[in-house]
């Protein structure tokens, strides 16, 4: 059965037509939709009604490896007893929506940013599949954006001062943009790492900004001049042109190719609603998905 995509934004993007993950184990079907995640960056499957173990075991059949380091499992012993299950979500370990204080909620806030997965680890994230389980009556978007449509939209002079850069990445600097402070002994376990500006699918050679708002500077350059850089180059890959914004329905599962594109979530009202997603991050190492 050939897997059949519908591309949602000008760029990337695509809906993965009527296709049960669950049942997905041939290496044809799967390598159609590494190609589909090496086209389109981001894939949107409807109705999949995973369970955790069946979320694990799918991410594991795609693309091998999954990260564990996560920052959230610095602050907080998971809720899921998985380490390789982010939650996504604005509930306690009982199941109660967070108070406003709580210092699980002022982490996850740093989700708003725009970021890619796990950059400030080595190795880092490199498909992330987010499994829609509890989705609140009121907006609770996901944004998008091209890191390969940026790059190409660049001038040649910028393209070429960007050539063998590399930025360090890390989540105590990102969450302390916001005022989040981690402890000494959290810190430790987070000393992020140092990850080129620009990179290139070794599937498709195509290049793409790879930053985020762990992104503290460019080695090398002064402090100041490497943030006004970094903040430069998002300011023009996060325009509306390579922007996709996902309104998310329950059941659905969202992978995106975190060197490829960076996301943020959007506000709304999470001290009313409940929103409640799983997320699995492979390792960007080799795989039979890089082969
Ligand atoms: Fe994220």
């Known amino acids: 059965m050939a897997v059949a995509f519908r591309k949602l934004h000008p760029h990337f993007v695509a809906e993965v037509m009527a296709l049960d993950l669950r049942g997905i184990n041939d290496r044809r079907a799967l390598d159609e939709i590494r190609g589909g995640m090496d086209e389109y960056a981001v894939l949107v499957f409807r109705d999949q009604s995973f369970t955790d173990r069946e979320q694990l075991e799918f991410a594991q059949r795609f693309d091998g490896a999954l990260h564990i ?8 012993k998971s809720r899921f007893d998985n380490e390789a299950l982010t939650d996504i979500s604005n509930l306690d370990e009982r199941g109660e929506i967070l108070k406003p204080d709580d210092r699980r909620r002022m982490y996850s806030l740093g989700n708003r940013l725009w970021h890619t997965d796990a950059s400030f680890q080595d190795p880092p994230g490199r498909y992330s599949m987010l499994s829609a389980r509890v989705v609140p ?26 050539e063998d850069l590399s930025a360090h990445h890390s989540i105590a600097y990102s969450r302390q943009i916001l005022g989040f402070e981690f402890s000494e ?28 708002s762990h992104a503290s500077r460019i080695i090398g350059w002064p402090v100041p001049e490497g943030r ?11 325009q509306p042109q390579f922007v996709y914004r996902h309104a998310w329905r329950g059941g659905e599962l969202v992978i995106w190719d975190n060197r490829a594109t960076m996301h943020r979530g959007r506000p709304f009202d999470d001290g009313q609603h409940r929103r409640e997603l799983r997320r699995v991050t492979t390792l960007d190492i080799d795989s039979p998905a890089a082969a």
């Open 228 to 238: 006004l850089l970094l903040r430069d180059l998002t300011e023009h890959a996060t």
């Open 185 to 212: 002994e959290e810190r430790e376990k987070l000393k992020g790492a140092v990850h080129p500006l620009v990179r290139t699918n070794p599937r498709t050679q195509r290049r793409s900004l790879y930053l985020a």
């Open 69 to 76: 380091k996560t920052g959230a499992a610095v602050l907080a």
């Open 137 to 162: 009556p009121v907006a609770a978007d996901t944004e998008f954006a091209d890191m390969r449509a940026a790059y190409d939209a660049l001038d040649a002079g910028i393209k070429a001062t960007l």
